[in-house]
């Protein structure tokens, strides 16, 4: 199956809605009910971070959703020992390993996989190990992509931030670097994915780009959730991902 005839697939980040919960410390509103309510709405996995200031989803939440949801579980996560301990017991489908920060409001960028190439041999080997795919999160530049391939990752996730945050020509700019950094990962054998910013309009030029088979969305969905409800608005959003 060639690029151009894959599928393209939703994940459904629910961070968000961990964050309303521990704006109170809380049980309201259920992590485990928005993943059934975006299984409901179409999702094809569920996308949760565990960060490591656990700022909101908690242990006990990414425990729970592997047991009970019957689409994969994208554990984001760092290279941190602390959480891959973590993940090896959870044994999720996909691992997205992602930079962190303590002070950022999310995150800023993709990984620099040269400045932490050791950590991240570790941890990808053992996750591999544990017949979980890895992707990695990064910025569409050239030699970023190629690390991602020498070091035996399944799939990049290209991180489109900056594309999402553009206006006028530099948006072009950003769309035309994402696609320069989804036909390289192709060429490399990588799967494709994009996250980060992606709305109900700004996804539309991404679409048109057939190496990326996969989108990792959050903040935007649950958003929307707060008018129509969470199930609505993933099939809404799915909708648009797979055309239909």
Do not use: W
């Not at 290209?158 to 950094?181: D, P, Q």
């Amino acid at each position: 199956m060639t690029a151009r005839t894959v599928p393209k697939k939703l994940g459904v980040n629910i961070d968000h809605v961990a964050t309303l919960r521990q704006a109170r410390l809380g049980e309201e509103p259920s992590v485990m009910e928005a993943a059934l309510e975006a299984e409901q709405g179409g999702a094809d996995s569920i996308t949760v971070h565990l960060r490591e200031d656990r700022r909101h989803i908690q242990d006990a939440d990414v425990f729970e959703l592997i047991e009970k949801i019957y689409i994969p579980l994208n554990l984001e996560m760092s290279v941190s020992p602390e959480i891959l301990k973590i993940a090896l017991k959870v044994r999720p489908g996909k691992a997205c390993l992602v930079p962190e920060k303590r002070k950022e409001l999310t995150t800023e960028g993709g990984l620099d996989l040269f400045s932490k190439r050791d950590p991240l041999i570790r941890t990808i080997d053992a996750l591999l190990a544990k017949k979980v795919e890895v992707s990695l999160f990064i910025d569409p530049a050239e030699n970023q992509v190629q690390e991602a391939a020498r070091l035996g990752a399944y799939a990049i996730e290209i991180h489109t931030g900056s594309y999402a945050n553009a206006v006028g020509r530099k948006k072009e700019k950003e769309l035309f670097r994402v696609r320069k950094a989804a036909q390289l990962g192709r060429e490399l054998g990588l799967h494709v994915h994009a996250g980060h910013g992606l709305d109900y309009e700004n996804i539309f030029p991404l679409l048109t780009l057939p190496e990326i088979i996969e989108f990792n969305i959050g903040h935007s969905i649950v958003s929307r959730a707060v008018f129509v409800g969470l199930a609505k608005a993933v099939q809404e959003m799915k909708r648009i991902v797979s055309g239909k």
